[in-house]
């Protein structure tokens, strides 16, 4: 998997006449036949899988599917624990690049512009970046993205030039 390409989000962080953008995980192979504005994909992407006790999975399989449902599809992949342990397969929602929600690479100055403008339901598109930006480089000392980066690093520019503030 490497985490490379954008979908739009049009229930979350945008709407249909203003798509905002999320990040999406894509299978190598999908992304080798992308024109990506960065140099290489990471060989591997960090993330967390939560194991959810027998009871509750069809409650949270059914929340998730609506809440996941504008732009993604289900799949299975293994997930190698950063502890060492046993790997697990695991279910991930991507947004594949057949989807009609698949945004792709984008000119980063223009994605972050794009991002600083939107917002949707669940709140401003800047505010789930920061978040995911956040939450990559505290999941291990190797977890940094640097699309993640370099695209937040962009936008708090954006947001200071504006409103002479930053986040």
Request: glycine fraction near 8%; charged fraction near 25%.
């Amino acid at each position: 998997m490497v985490m490379s390409g954008d979908s739009g989000s049009e229930d979350h962080r945008g709407t249909p006449e203003a798509p905002g953008r999320v990040v999406t995980l894509i299978e190598r192979s999908y992304w080798e036949k992308l024109t990506d504005h960065h140099d290489s994909a990471p060989e591997k992407v960090w993330g967390v899988a939560y194991r959810i006790v027998p009871e509750k999975v069809s409650e949270v399989k059914e929340y998730l599917d609506i809440r996941e449902i504008n732009g993604y599809s289900i799949h299975y992949t293994p997930f190698y624990p950063a502890d060492g342990s046993t790997p697990m397969e695991t279910l991930v929602y991507i947004g594949t690049p057949d989807n009609e929600q698949f945004v792709g690479p984008q000119d980063p100055q223009k994605l972050a512009q794009h991002i600083l403008n939107s917002k949707g339901p669940s709140g401003l598109n800047r505010d789930y970046l920061y978040g995911l930006d956040t939450a990559l480089n505290e999941l291990s000392p190797d977890s940094e993205d640097y699309h993640v980066s370099d695209l937040a690093q962009r936008v708090r520019a954006l947001e200071h030039s504006v409103n002479g503030t930053s986040s």
